[in-house]
């Protein structure tokens, strides 16, 4: 049985699976007979999207995404790496739901995917070091992979986009902006907490990537799956 983390924070994590879990049986109980195969690929990549996350949220509950990370300063760290298994596929996941809104190229898909992978890894490899300049010098690299990465979204898919109907340009510009509002504040809430300066402490950090996380995956797909953009997408009446 899980404690409650090393900071309390586990009453976070708590919440955090039981809204993944929410999210994700609202999202199957109102796909379960979408008969049109965009729509369909739509919910099954948000469900996906959701379910990675609750497994997630569960396993850092249990204390079993959790690790520590020893300084060569001395300094120990907790860290939860389950975050970034979790990131590894949903944010690819996310980015595959707006990229297929905005009808992208599937060339432009794999750019914007292959850097958010290295986006998430560096991000990882920061978080993992040992030697603190090091750990600064990957969460930059991390971020400037991050910036390019909503460069070309709003960029490149949002020239797809562009060429497409009203519903779906309007559905992309609210996922669009949900994106740049709740991804650049991920780099933020890991400068100011455990894993960067330690401004915020693992409570107070727990707490911040569970919103985050929330309105990133769970909002996210609301505003989607609920949009004329995907409902009854392709199937207008013969
Ligand atoms: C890290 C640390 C290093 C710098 C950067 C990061 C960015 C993480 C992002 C995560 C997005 C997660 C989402 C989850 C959905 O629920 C790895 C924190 C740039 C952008 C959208
Ligand atoms: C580019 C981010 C720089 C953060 C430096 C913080 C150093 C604290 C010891
Ligand atoms: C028209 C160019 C917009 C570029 C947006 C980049 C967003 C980075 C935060």
Same mark, same amino acid.
Do not use: C, E, K, S
């Given at each position: 049985m899980s404690s409650l983390g090393v900071e309390g924070e586990g009453i976070w994590l708590a919440l955090g699976t039981i809204g993944m879990l929410l999210g994700m049986v609202y999202f199957m109980s109102k796909g379960w007979? +979408?008969?049109d195969p965009r729509e369909k690929e739509f919910y099954v990549i948000t469900i996906l999207i959701a379910g990675i996350a609750a497994a997630s949220y569960l396993s850092m509950f249990f204390g079993f995404g959790l690790t520590e990370v020893e300084l060569v300063n001395g300094r120990v760290i907790d860290v939860y790496w389950a975050r970034y298994a979790d990131w590894l596929f949903t944010t690819p996941l996310l980015l595959l739901d707006i990229g297929l809104l905005a009808g992208a190229s599937n060339r432009d898909l794999a750019s914007i995917i292959t850097i958010d992978a290295f986006m998430i890894v560096t991000g990882l490899a920061a978080t993992l070091m040992k030697v603190p300049v090091a750990r600064y010098a990957f969460w930059t690299i991390s971020t400037i992979a991050m910036l390019f990465v909503l460069y070309y979204l709003v960029v490149v898919v949002g020239e797809a986009a562009s060429e497409a109907d009203e519903d779906t340009q309007a559905t992309f510009n609210t996922l669009r902006n949900v994106i740049l509002v709740a991804w650049a504040v991920y780099p933020v809430a890991w400068l100011v907490g455990t894993e960067g300066l &330690?401004? +915020? &402490?693992l409570f107070g950090e727990t707490l911040l990537f569970m919103i985050l996380d929330l309105f990133a995956k769970i909002g996210f797909g609301f505003i989607l799956l609920r949009s004329r953009a995907v409902v009854g997408s392709d199937s207008a009446p013969t």
């Open positions: 007979d +979408v008969q &330690g401004l +915020v &402490g």
